[in-house]
């Protein structure tokens, strides 16, 4: 009976490893490609640029990679307001798209590291778990 429990035991935590690995930026970066294409690409377009005036480009963007963590909480929480893209203003409303915190570190891997924008940053479910709604109220 001993040896049942232990051998069951052990297959559970093989296949549970399996089901909480971690995964590389390459995998979020595929990840967050899907999850832009459903949720993202509607205003910010396929090629990043946005709509000038009125959807802010997310390709060479300024306040994208200069203000991670507000970018994170603007996909987590939603975003309403004026703030500046590349010297340009926009003052509108992004709402909260319901994702998780792995979908939102997904999507940001992916945004960070597309349309020739690049960063070493891999950002994490855990990172994106810490990030307070007052950040963009």
Same mark, same amino acid.
């Given at each position: ?7 069951? !035991?052990? %297959?559970? /935590? $093989? ?11 390459? &995998?979020s970066? *595929?990840?967050?490609?899907?999850i ?9 377009l ?11 480009p ?11 963590? !507000?970018? %994170?909480? /603007? $996909? ?5 307001g ?5 010297? &340009?203003?926009? *003052? ?19 945004i ?15 990172q ?10």
């Amino acid at each position: 009976m001993k040896i049942i429990v232990l051998i069951y !035991l052990l %297959i559970l /935590g $093989i296949f549970s490893s399996f089901l909480f690995q971690n995964k590389t930026k390459k &995998e979020s970066i *595929n990840a967050g490609s899907e999850i832009y294409q459903d949720f993202c690409l509607q205003c910010h377009l396929s090629t990043g640029n946005g709509v000038f005036g009125v959807f802010p480009p997310l390709k060479a963007s300024d306040y994208l990679l200069e203000n991670t963590n !507000l970018s %994170i909480a /603007g $996909i987590k929480y939603g975003l309403k307001g004026k703030i500046i893209v590349n010297n &340009e203003e926009y *003052n509108g409303v992004m709402i909260r798209q319901g994702l998780d915190n792995e979908e939102v570190a997904d999507v940001m891997n992916y945004i960070l590291n597309e349309w020739g924008n690049e960063t070493t940053d891999f950002i994490t479910p855990n990172q994106v778990s810490k990030i307070p709604k007052s950040l963009v109220e």
